[in-house]
T-cell receptor, first 111, second 115 residues
Framework: GDSVTQMEGPVTLSEEAFLTINCTYT??????LFWYVQYPGEGLQLLLK?????DKGSNKGFEATYRKETTSFHLEKGSVQVSDSAVYFC??????????FGAGTRLTVKP | EAGVAQSPRYKIIEKRQSVAFWCNPI?????LYWYQQILGQGPKLLIQ????????DSQLPKDRFSAERLKGVDSTLKIQPAKLEDSAVYLC?????????????FGQGTRLTVV
């Protein structure tokens, strides 16, 4: 069945460092791909999404490109801030199927 | 726009007791989801409603879990009797409709601790 695998955390970076969180997927169809973020004590919020191959989703300085050839949707940010500390979830949604989530990657950014 | 509302935020119960969670989705959203998020894991779908009908409940432990969506709006999720392994955050989410490209909006969740 459809599934998402993302890199294990936790990830600890210094402020202004470059961030990459890897995500790969398995799907029988052509899913939409999402990154959700969960700040401490809050629910999941959509960070960005891409609906077809080669689409790039972007928001708040974060970017991810839908790579069909490598079945990947890696999350990147050029310069992280302390306020980016959160848990990041990669997810996919396929036609007529529920949204499947990865296990989450906890990011801690130190000043 | 009001978000997805859930209550209570926290609940502590003893094993074998029963518990119920409530969710009010975003107005006009036809699809409602209940997810279970165990510490350190991603959310796992328990049940999905389209209006007041069940679309997918394949991962709902039906011997102890039940859910309903009254009049296609609010929803309740019940556990009876609870087990220790039910300790988790229960997330409710809603979306305009089901399917590809559809963003799900999440509530803050209910943290359940079974002791």
């Amino acid at each position: 069945g459809d599934s998402v695998t993302q890199m294990e955390g936790p990830v600890t970076l210094s402020e202004e460092a470059f961030l990459t969180i890897n995500c790969t997927y398995t799907a029988t169809g052509y899913p939409s791909l999402f990154w959700y973020v969960q700040y401490p004590g809050e629910g999941l919020q959509l960070l960005l999404k891409a609906t077809k191959a080669d689409d790039k989703g972007s928001n708040k300085g974060f970017e991810a490109t839908y790579r069909k050839e490598t079945t990947s949707f890696h999350l990147e940010k050029g310069s992280v801030q302390v306020s980016d500390s959160a848990v990041y979830f990669c997810a996919l949604s396929d036609l007529d199927r529920d949204m499947r989530f990865g296990a989450g990657t906890r990011l801690t950014v130190k000043p | 726009e009001a978000g997805v509302a859930q209550s209570p935020r926290y609940k502590i119960i003893e094993k074998r007791q029963s518990v119920a969670f409530w969710c009010n989705p975003i107005s006009g959203h036809a699809t409602l989801y209940w997810y279970q998020q165990i510490l350190g894991q991603g959310p796992k779908l328990l049940i999905q409603f389209q209006n007041n009908g069940v679309v997918d409940d394949s991962q709902l432990p039906k011997d102890r879990f039940s859910a309903e969506r009254l009049k296609g709006v609010d929803s309740t999720l019940k556990i009876q009797p609870a087990k220790l392994e039910d300790s988790a955050v229960y997330l409710c989410a809603s979306s305009l409709f089901q399917g590809l490209n559809t963003e799900a909006f999440f509530g803050q969740g209910t943290r359940l601790t079974v002791v």
